[in-house]
């Protein structure tokens, strides 16, 4: 059975730089048409997606986020890392990884194969 887990700092400075990670056990992130999703739910928001990277290391962002997001991964350690950078207090979110079959995250309901989730609140 795949499981996701986040792991990282709950508490970011404004305009300091967000890094989360997340490890998989029970699958290779690098097994084909598998996507590697980070998303995010703001207090009182919906979720929202940030972006993936794809079993082959493609990867694509929000377009609302492009510009302040960058996901990497570390294929030896079955790891992807997210990096927020500029953060501000509307960056307080809970953040979840999550696999995905095919494609990116497009709103289905959280199944077992999302992390937990782990909270970061932006604030000095």
């Known amino acids: 059975q795949v499981q996701l887990q986040e792991s990282g700092p709950g508490l970011v400075k404004p305009s300091q730089t967000l890094s989360l990670t997340c490890t998989v056990s029970?699958?290779?992130?690098?097994?084909?048409?598998?996507?590697w999703n980070w998303i995010r739910q703001p207090p009182g928001k919906g979720l929202e997606w940030i972006g993936y990277i794809s079993y082959s290391g493609d990867i694509s962002y929000s377009p609302s986020l492009n510009s302040r997001t960058s996901i990497s991964r570390d294929t030896d350690k079955n790891q992807f890392i997210l990096h927020l950078w500029c953060v501000t207090p509307e960056d307080t979110a809970v953040y979840y990884c999550?696999?995905?079959?095919?494609?990116?995250?497009?709103?289905?309901?959280?199944?077992?194969?999302w992390g937990q989730g782990t909270q970061v609140t932006v604030s000095s």
């Open positions: 999550a696999r995905t079959y095919g494609g990116r995250w497009y709103g289905e309901i959280p199944n077992a194969y």
């Open positions: 029970g699958g290779s992130i690098t097994n084909k048409n598998y996507y």
